[in-house]
């Protein structure tokens, strides 16, 4: 899986999400108007870097369910950063439908001879992951 965001995020993609939820839900425009003039506005204060930031944590959350999901479902995952995601915007056409690449992950079974399988996971203690207040 590879998980994209716009390379360029504008109001029409403001526009396309407000129609995917009108047709969703059966409401008429008005109905939404001022949630979407508030999106908007937010979109049109923030530069594309900006825009870029935020829109790869959003990337990050839906790579959060894949994991998560294929854990539940007994299907083998992975993280991976450190990719040229240039080459796999290159590669894959992503550039050509104003996307990027941002976080790949792939999915599929681990092979029996994998021998990392048996590795003891390493987790930071409880005691010293969370913060009590
Ligand atoms: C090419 C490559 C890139 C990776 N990049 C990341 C990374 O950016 N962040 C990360 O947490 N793990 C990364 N990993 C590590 C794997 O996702 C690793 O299996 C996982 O983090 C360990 O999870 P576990 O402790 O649940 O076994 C990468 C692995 C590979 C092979």
Not at 34 to 42: A, D, L, M
Request: with cysteine; net charge negative.
């Amino acid at each position: 899986m590879v998980f994209a965001t716009y390379a360029n995020y504008t109001e029409a993609h403001v526009d396309e999400y407000a129609a995917n939820i009108i047709a969703t839900r059966g409401i008429k425009p008005a109905d939404i108007q001022g949630f979407v003039n508030t999106i908007k506005s937010t979109v049109k204060g923030l530069t594309q870097e900006q825009l870029q930031a935020w829109n790869t944590k959003q990337a990050y959350i839906a790579l959060g369910f894949l994991l998560q999901s294929a854990a539940l479902e007994g299907i083998d995952a992975c993280p991976m950063e450190g990719f040229d995601a240039a080459k796999f915007d290159e590669i894959l056409g992503l550039a050509d439908k104003n996307l990027k690449a941002i976080v790949i992950a792939p999915i599929g079974f681990r092979a029996d001879d994998d021998t990392y399988q048996f590795y003891k996971k390493v987790r930071t203690a409880k005691k010293d992951l969370f913060i009590n207040v």
